[in-house]
Structures are given as C-alpha cells and as structure tokens.
C-alpha cells in the first residue's frame, strides 16, 4: 500500500525515537519551520553534506548503514569545529517509498542520533534519485570553533584513529585488485564494513581539542589533500606554510596492513578519502595536554608530522629519504 508524503514522515521521520525531545529544541518536526535555542553564550555551527547514490556509496547500500553513515559524516564536521551536537535536519529525495527500507534507514538514523544526542529537527521528502541531505547544527563556545587557519610552523601535526581503512574497504567493496580478500574473516569484513559505513565519532575529541588545536579539520579527501586546506588556510603575510610527514607514522589497522597491497598502504592512508578522523595542529606548549585529553577518552591521537615554514608537503621515509607529495584526494567534477 502506497504510503502518503505526510504518512510517511509520521511513521519514520517525527518519530519519539528520532525526532526526541531535547532541551535546545524549541520545536521540531510539524511546522514549517524547527526551533533551536542556541545556548547562552554560544555560537551556531552549521555543516550539510549530501551523500548520493552510486556517488558517495553503492548501489543497494544498506539503508540502516547508509542512514548512520550520512549523519557520521556530518557529526564528522560539527566534530572538526569542536561542536555539540543540536540536532539534525534532512532532506531524503528517493525513487519510491519502500516500507522496509524506510524501516531501517530510520532506525539506523535513530541509533546514532541518540547515542550522540542530536536530534531529528525537521527536513524534506521528495521522489527523484536516491539522495541523501543531512544538515547537522551544533553549538561552540563563542569565538572557540576550531577552525583551518591557525597554524603555525612548528606546530605539531596530530591524527585520531586509524588512516585508510575506509578506503580500503571501498577497494574491497569494488574487488580491486590492490586488496587482498582471499580467505577474509568475518572480523576483518566487519571492521571495514564499520570503517565504510560508521566511522567513529569525533565529537568529544573535538570539544577537549578546543582550546589546544591552533587549526582543525576532519578527514573526508584523504589527509594529504585535507591537510592542504589547512596549510592553505593558515597563510599569514602571503606565506603559506608546509607540512613534514613521517610516513612511518601513519597509523593504519591490522587488517589494513594485511590486506591492501604492501606497495600500495603508505599512498592510500595518505590520500584514501572517507577516513573522517580529525587531522589537528597542536603547538608545543598544549602537546602534552591534549595527548592526555585523547587518553582520557581512549581515543589513538598519532603525531604524524609538523608544520613547517617552506611551502609544500614531503614525506619522510623510515630511512630519512625526503618525497615531495602532490595532493592526490576525491575531486568532484575534476574527472569528466
Ligand atoms: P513545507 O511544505 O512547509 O515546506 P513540508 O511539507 O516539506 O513542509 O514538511 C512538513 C513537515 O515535515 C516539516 O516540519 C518538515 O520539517 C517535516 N519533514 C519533512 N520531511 C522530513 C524528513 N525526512 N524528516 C523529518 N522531518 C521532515
Ligand atoms: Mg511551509
């Protein structure tokens, strides 16, 4: 039976589960518009990424992993500012309404909603390709958002988690034949599976970073071109700083290591796209705090290089020898 626009929104949408209440939300789902009080003091963050079909994941996906993916990766940029969470808007264009698809997709929005305190304020609901349009809003002490520019030569270049996993899960997912999967375990199809589709959230490791990262950013390009941003951000009198890389501290996962061609691992954790870990640049003087603050929070906080003050990025190898390294992340539109 078919279900009516506004059924449909009742049943997955403005539901208790996701659509919960929650102190900052004046008003939610119903109205024309949502309400959110910004807390006294606090400054609105606000980030939208659209994931489309056969674009940002396979045909087929997975609703219930696809829904946590595409409010992962928003929580991946409120993370990077050092945002809290507010709630979510989101726009759901798709070809038709499916019931059980809607089914999962709504409980898998739920589960990270609520595990991460961001509820469902409101969105959109139209028939046309599969599209997926999430708007997270998030709140930052005033004037404390980490941002990209700040950095400064000498800082220190830091890493949370692991890089290139869900790139390498993506060549898994593709068969390409620079990943190994013969034999694979289901401990390993799980781990990339969780890489892909639910990487970690970041948002308490952005918020403890906030008075110690002089800039910020989450990996979504892959680090060598995110970390470009950066550089590019903080020039200062015309002046756009550089990076060192020391490529024996990449911090990439057992399975990675296993899995994806010897030849192939230092160029993939380094432009892999989709990693959504946060890549900050600490000065001296915080180093040690926030390495403690990410302790704390048993989070894996690798310092993976150093600003510097000649432009360019180069990798250090393990023996000392020096690469200068083009950028090479996910560009839309560069390939025709
Ligand atoms: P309008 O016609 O005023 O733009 P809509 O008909 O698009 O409003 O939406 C009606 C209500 O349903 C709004 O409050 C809107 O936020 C909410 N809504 C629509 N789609 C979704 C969705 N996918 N998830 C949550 N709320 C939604
Ligand atoms: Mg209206």
Request: hydrophobic share 45%; net charge negative.
């Amino acid at each position: 039976m078919a279900l009516t626009e506004f059924e449909l929104i009742r049943r997955y949408f403005a539901t208790s589960t996701l659509a919960f209440d929650s102190p900052d939300v004046i008003l939610g789902p119903g109205d024309d518009g949502a309400i959110i009080a910004v807390p006294p003091g606090q400054q609105l963050v606000m980030s939208m990424d659209t994931l489309n079909e056969a674009v940002h994941f396979p045909s087929g996906a997975d609703p219930f992993l696809l829904a946590q993916r595409c409010l992962l990766v928003n929580l991946s940029d409120l993370a990077a500012m050092g945002a809290e969470p507010l709630g979510f808007t989101l726009a759901l264009s798709m070809p038709q309404a499916e019931a059980g698809w809607l089914q999962a997709f709504s409980e898998g929005l739920a589960e990270i909603a609520v595990r991460e305190r961001c509820p469902l304020l409101g969105g959109d609901t139209t028939k046309g390709p599969l599209s997926v349009t999430i708007q997270a809003h998030g709140s930052v002490p005033a004037g404390q958002a980490i941002l990209r520019s700040g950095a400064r030569p000498g800082d220190a270049i830091y890493v949370t988690g692991q890089l290139g996993d869900a790139a390498a899960a993506l060549w898994w997912m593709l068969k390409d034949e620079r990943f190994d999967d013969t034999l694979m375990d289901g401990a390993e199809e799980q781990a990339l599976r969780q890489a892909f589709y639910q990487p970690e959230s970041r948002i308490q490791a952005g918020i403890a970073l906030r008075y110690l990262a002089s800039a910020g950013l989450d990996i979504s390009d892959g680090l060598a071109s995110d970390l470009q941003h950066i550089l590019q951000a903080s020039s200062k009198d015309g002046r756009v700083p550089g990076a060192e890389l020391y490529a024996d501290k990449l911090p990439c996962s057992e399975v990675f290591r296993q899995r994806v061609r010897p030849d192939q691992q230092e160029a993939l954790a380094l432009s892999g796209g989709d990693d959504y870990e946060l890549c900050v640049c600490i000065p001296p003087h915080a180093e040690q705090t926030a390495c403690d603050a990410m302790q704390q929070l048993d989070i894996a906080f690798t310092r993976i290089g150093e600003v510097t003050s000649t432009a360019g990025l180069v990798v250090v190898g393990a023996d000392g020898g020096r690469s200068a390294l083009q950028s090479a992340g996910y560009l839309h539109f560069s390939h025709p």
